[in-house]
């Protein structure tokens, strides 16, 4: 093994190569804090200072890095990271480097990475193109997405041999379409590695298909893809208006479905709203299951933020994670963005996450509308909440869950709508009287008091109405 002194000068020439490439700020960033852990064996481990940190370094300099490496340290040089996941233990843990960079001495070019040609591709040569860190381990469940996840999970178990053939994910952009298509994947080779499974964009298709027709090797193209076993499509809108590409991708569907071989295609929007598409791609689109992944509710985004912090070992207050969750509420893809947004300064300017901060970064990437609270919305999550018709509240009915719904929805009302004068309260609610909301108020001060499943009702209620 190499001496301390010497390793840590072949790092700092490595860093003095990777610091004339790139911009101070990301040096500084990613690069700054990092060091060597230790040189054995042809392998160089060096510590970075989070999950985060090593994820967007092998996703954004991975061939930077290796080239410098390789420079200094010789071109068979193998790179590892130590990564620390819990900085007040000090508890690391070791990872190779996921991605091959192109730039290696040893690379070789896989014809199963292009646009099938003029030659067969063996099995165990097929790169699936799939992504490692779009899991089911990684993928949070919520409402908005619990459909589509267990049929994805069903089909993981059996591709081909479900009734979910094929499975058409649509929604908006950044809600885990391709993260669930992807995890389906990765699940199938794991559980069944003789299995060809291929995930490729539909513009790389369009492309591989355009490059077979001028090579005059379509034959091969269409072969190549009738030998696979799980085929994921990404961003099926892709094919809109091209009909050759279309009409070839029909026989290709055909051949794969009527051989009980798995195909999964997402897509920005539901198959009868594919204008352009041939109709008889779009019943086939349909045979399956079609499936939507709806933006996540705030819920959803509380449990992916909690879940991204603990993995990246991050230190954010309950009161920042609450705001981040109810201010980002387009994507799963734009809420990690701020999260990054919110490190990446953290990093560079060597502070916690703090209110200020995450308000000031949100401000700038997101709209941010003063949500308008309004006794419908109260009432309305009030009545959802008891599972109560909203008329119900307005009558002079004593039964106890209709009494309960009333008297929380003007004690939230007064809570929420302070300029609202006690009578003008009990107008709105049932034309009662200010003595009948003072009493509504005083009883549900009362119990919060006492009863905890009461504040936990609150929580519930005002979650709702924030949402709506």
Known sequence: MMNE????????????IIADNVPATAFKTWFSNTKPASYAGNVLTIFVPSQFVYEYIEEHFVDLLSSAIYRIFGNTTQLNYRILTDGQNQLT????????????????????????SSIAVPVQ???????????????????????????????????????????FLYGASGVGKTHLANAIGLKVKELY????????????????????????TLNDFINFYQSIDVLIIDDIQ?????????????????????????????????????????????????????????????????????DKIRRESISLEPNVLEYIAENVTDSVRELEGILISLMAHSTIYGRDIDMGMAERVISKA?????????????????????????????????????????QMAMFLTHKHLP??????????????????????????????????????????????FKER
């Open 5 to 16: 002194n010497n390793l840590n000068e072949l790092w700092k020439r490595c860093l003095d």
């Open 93 to 116: 843990v070791d990872q190779e480097s996921v991605k091959r960079p192109s730039n290696t001495p040893q690379e070789q070019q896989k014809s199963t990475n292009q646009a099938p």
């Open 193 to 216: 590695p003789e299995k060809r499974v291929l995930y490729v964009s539909a513009h790389l298709f369009k492309v591989q298909y355009t490059d077979s027709v001028r090579k005059n």
């Open 125 to 167: 040569d097929l790169d699936p193109m799939l992504k490692s860190n779009y899991s089911f381990e990684n993928f949070i469940e919520g409402l908005s997405n619990k459909l589509p996840r267990t049929a994805a999970e069903s089909i993981a178990l059996k591709p081909g041999k479900t009734v979910f053939n094929p499975l």
């Open 366 to 406: 997101v709209r941010i509308v003063e949500k308008v609270v309004t006794i419908e919305d109260i009432v309305r999550s009030t009545c959802d909440y008891f599972h109560v018709k909203e008329d119900t509240i307005f009558t002079s009915s004593r039964k106890r869950d209709i009494v309960l719904a009333r």
């Open 238 to 306: 892709e094919f809109v208006g091209v009909e050759k590409t279309q009409n070839t991708f029909f026989h290709i569907f055909n051949h794969l479905h009527q051989n009980g071989k798995q195909l999964i295609m997402t897509c920005d929007r539901p198959p009868i709203m594919l204008q352009g598409i041939e109709d008889r791609l779009i019943t086939r689109f349909k045979w399956g299951l079609t499936a939507e992944i709806e933006r996540p509710n705030l819920e959803l985004r509380r449990s992916i933020l909690a």
């Open 419 to 464: 300029n609202l004068s006690l009578a003008k309260i009990g107008q709105q609610i049932g034309s009662k009287d200010h003595s009948t909301v003072l009493h509504a108020c005083r009883t549900i001060e009362e119990q919060l008091g006492v009863d905890k499943a009461v504040q936990l009702a609150i929580e519930d209620i005002e979650a709702k």
